[in-house]
């Protein structure tokens, strides 16, 4: 009962989350509240961040100092306070050990599960989604669910999926296995509704990993074969159906509009723009030819008023590493790699400490996805994401609580 209260709350507070409160989103509002606590905390417990937890926080602290700071002060300190609350969000959890009291798998289910008062039109979306019939098509039934934009909602679809594999993969109880299956299958469903296709290359780049790493040559020949006969079924009915979903899916896997059906499709309309916008913000970081912008970069609010001036799209890089280049300089995408190498060397450790393959494909599961999130969208980790990570290094910090490591 405790823990359907708690992801009850967890519901409604991700689903309040868009709405606004004394000027301020919710979002930022119990995010700012949240870390506040867990300042005291830390302070009472004595208790460090973890090495890779840190240099992130030196990551969103380093999005504050940039030459733009007294023109963009306050929106600056808004956009770099999200960064702040994966660290705190991590480093709370390992204190109270609270990791271990909510299942990876039950947690999945809750984020899959809770996709459904949206698709039977239960309760209204508060978040973005694509609004289909504005880009010129004739249906208009994509889901955010209680995410505020469509690709935190893939993420955390495609998280989710995943980690439901996995756990079937392992699981030997028939009822769990069906339950399992069951879930898999809505989640992918809802992951289809989301028309984002990163969540779809993240699931697949996962699937990759969990079936063809460390698997036997008879067993990856039996597994590739069966993926590529679905690829050619999947293919082959896309190909030949020509109903008004199928249509807009093909469109929106091509990055096209309802309105740009007939056009040329090029590697500009495939990413949906992100090559212009990543030129774009390049050229900006570049072009003052400023040794204090090329350290410190020009900070988010400077970049996205560049950036509408030169392409007419008000909007960040869509890939973290260029971003973080972009907004916070030499000393931020120094910051961003460092996180990235610090939290590899984790799941090392995890492999070599933890003699269980499929504990050490997780771990890499997860940073996989991550790291190709911030490729191809980017963006502060979120409360989801957050989690995952932490259910990823579960067994690490197991082990350094009996003090093995």
């Known amino acids: 009962m405790k823990k359907i209260f708690l992801f009850l709350f967890l519901f409604l507070l991700l689903y309040f989350e868009p709405l606004y409160f004394l000027g301020l989103k919710l979002s930022h509002l119990w995010k700012i509240i949240f870390i506040f606590i867990c300042i005291i905390l830390i302070f009472k417990k004595n208790y460090f961040f973890p090495k890779f937890v840190k240099i992130y926080l030196a990551y969103g602290i380093s999005l504050t100092v940039s030459p733009f700071f007294l023109e963009h002060n306050f929106d600056i300190l808004i956009q770099s306070s ?7 969000l991590f480093t709370f959890l390992l204190i109270n050990r609270n990791y271990n009291w909510i299942d990876k798998q039950m947690f999945s289910a809750f984020v899959i599960v809770s996709f459904l008062p949206f698709y039977f039109n ?11 019939e504005t880009m010129g098509f004739e249906i208009n039934d ?55 296709r990163l969540g779809l290359i993240l699931v697949l780049i996962s699937l990759c990993l969990i079936f063809l790493y460390k698997t036997r040559v008879g067993v990856k020949f039996k597994l590739i074969s069966f993926f590529v006969f679905i690829g050619i079924i999947f293919g082959t009915y896309l190909t030949n159906n020509n109903s008004t979903q199928i249509e807009t899916y093909k469109s929106r896997l091509l990055g096209q509009s309802g309105y740009s059906v007939d056009n040329e499709v090029d590697s ?13 913000t390049l050229y900006n970081w570049l072009k003052d030819d400023e040794v204090s912008i ?40 120094s910051l ?70």
């Not at 239960?122 to 289909?132: M, T």
């Not at 495609?158 to 996995?166: A, G, H």
């Open 268 to 280: 500009n309309s495939i990413s949906s723009g992100r090559l212009s916008i990543w030129k774009s």
């Open 336 to 405: 961003f790699f460092g996180f990235f190498f610090l939290w590899w060397k984790k799941i090392k450790i995890l492999k070599k400490k933890i003699f269980d393959i499929q504990y050490y494909k997780y771990a890499l599961v997860i940073f996989v996805n991550i790291f190709i999130f911030n490729v191809l969208q980017g963006g502060p980790i979120s409360l989801i994401s957050g989690l995952f990570i932490l259910f990823s290094l579960v067994p690490l910090y197991e082990l350094k609580n009996n003090k093995l490591i």
């Open 82 to 88: 999200k960064y702040l609350f994966f660290p705190f």
């Open 142 to 196: 994509a889901l955010s669910g209680i995410f505020q934009q469509p690709h935190a909602a893939s993420q955390a679809l495609s998280l989710s999926v995943t980690t439901l594999i996995l756990g079937l993969s392992k699981e030997n109880k028939l009822p769990k296995k069906i339950l399992f299956s069951a879930l898999i299958v809505m989640g992918m469903f809802f992951l289809l509704k989301t028309y984002v």
């Open 122 to 132: 239960l309760l209204p979306q508060l978040g973005v989604s694509y609004e289909l």
């Open 294 to 333: 090329i350290i410190l970069g020009l900070s988010e609010p400077e970049l996205i008023k560049r950036n509408k001036k030169d392409i007419g799209q008000a909007v960040f890089s869509h890939n973290e590493f260029i971003n973080a280049l972009a907004v916070g300089g030499l000393i931020s995408i």
